[in-house]
């Protein structure tokens, strides 16, 4: 399944060499910061000289022209607002240039300060790049992966020490992709399902490297295995029950399913691993306790061997 989502120019973060700026932290007019027809987060470090606004002007890595000659410890994240620029707002400054929000934090002491200001001048010495990391995290955020749904036999109601099988519906073991553009850059995120966590509601976890095996009443029950099954040591009694009778109470059953995910990029290298993904399904079983002196194959359980008598 393949989705495709478009990344504006807001979301996408654009790295640029280190500017210094003559105001500080920040300043209206810089043409350094790279305004014009460029979009994206352009991040840039300010400068600490002391000049008037609009004569930064500083060359990358280079002193202020306009202040002490020092770089501060300040690095600011332009972004172009797309809102402002597109939407008739007027100018706020000479031509070209465009409105950016600029945040700029001092790392050595967490401070930040956030402006909006108008950037004057053309773009920066060094051109900017779309980080394909940052479109494929974009991609990512934008999956809708389906929950689980599960699947139990005995379904309704199982017996203490017999094997409750668990799976869930295999229509959603397959990979689901989604691909995001940014300027030229493309990045796929690719999710594959690759196990499901089972929480049987007495406190056991049961881990299986496949969606399960689904249980065929139709076939003899000697004929069929599965990798993924649970065998409850006492009753649901006493558990919460949807009617509040004592002797309806039921386990609270959950799958997780656990979704590796890798990019790839198509006009910029990289590609590797994304964070894993979970998704989670819930249902819930009644579990009894059946004695009896005698076992038979009972066809409540789909003919598998079980205790029949009396006892709850």
Same mark, same amino acid.
Do not use: K
């Given at each position: ?20 700026? #003559? ?5 209206a ?5 790279? $305004?014009?027809?460029?979009? !994206?987060?352009?991040?840039? !470090? ?10 930064? !002007?500083?060359?990358?890595?280079? /002193?202020?022209? !306009? ?6 410890? +300040? ?5 172009y ?19 950016? #929000? ?6 050595s002491?967490? $401070?930040?300060?956030?402006?909006? =200001?108008?950037?004057t ?5 060094t ?17 809708t ?21 668990? +799976?869930?519906?295999?229509?959603? +073991? ?14 796929? $995120? ?22 399960? =095996? ?16 649970h065998?409850?040591?006492?009753? /649901?009694? %006493?558990?919460p ?9 039921r ?9 590796s ?41 789909? %003919? ?5 008598g009396?006892?709850?």
């Amino acid at each position: 399944m393949r989705a495709m989502a478009a990344v504006t120019a807001t979301t996408v973060v654009v790295l640029v060499g280190t500017f210094g700026l #003559s105001v500080g932290p920040v300043g209206a007019d810089t043409g350094s910061a790279g $305004a014009g027809s460029g979009g !994206g987060t352009v991040t840039v !470090g300010a400068g600490s000289g002391s000049g008037a606004a609009g004569n930064s !002007g500083g060359s990358a890595g280079g /002193s202020s022209s !306009g202040g002490s000659g020092t770089t501060s410890p +300040w690095e600011c994240t332009y972004t172009y607002l797309a809102l402002n620029n597109e939407g008739g707002f007027p100018p706020g400054g000479a031509l070209p240039g465009a409105w950016y #929000s600029v945040t700029c934090d001092d790392p050595s002491t967490g $401070a930040q300060v956030t402006q909006t =200001v108008w950037v004057t001048g053309g773009a920066p010495s060094t051109a900017p790049q779309v980080d394909p990391y940052t479109v494929a995290l974009q991609a990512e955020q934008s999956m809708t992966l389906p929950a689980p749904t599960l699947r139990l036999d005995p379904t309704g109601s199982s017996v203490v020490g017999l094997a409750t099988w668990l +799976w869930v519906d295999p229509v959603l +073991w397959h990979d689901d992709s989604v691909t995001a553009t940014a300027g030229g850059v493309s990045a796929t $995120a690719v999710a594959d399902p690759v196990g499901v966590t089972w929480a049987t509601g007495d406190g056991a976890q049961v881990v299986c490297g496949g969606p399960g =095996v689904a249980y065929t009443s139709a076939l003899p029950a000697s004929s069929q295995t599965t990798y993924c099954s649970h065998s409850y040591d006492r009753s /649901s009694l %006493g558990q919460p029950t949807p009617d509040g009778d004592p002797d309806d109470g039921r386990y609270g059953v959950t799958a997780t399913v656990e979704w590796s995910v890798s990019w790839t990029a198509v006009g910029a290298p990289g590609g590797g691993t994304l964070p894993t993904l979970y998704t989670t399904g819930a249902t819930s079983l009644r579990v009894v306790q059946v004695e009896s002196l005698n076992a038979v194959a009972s066809p409540l359980f789909g %003919g598998r061997q079980s205790w029949i008598g009396g006892g709850s």
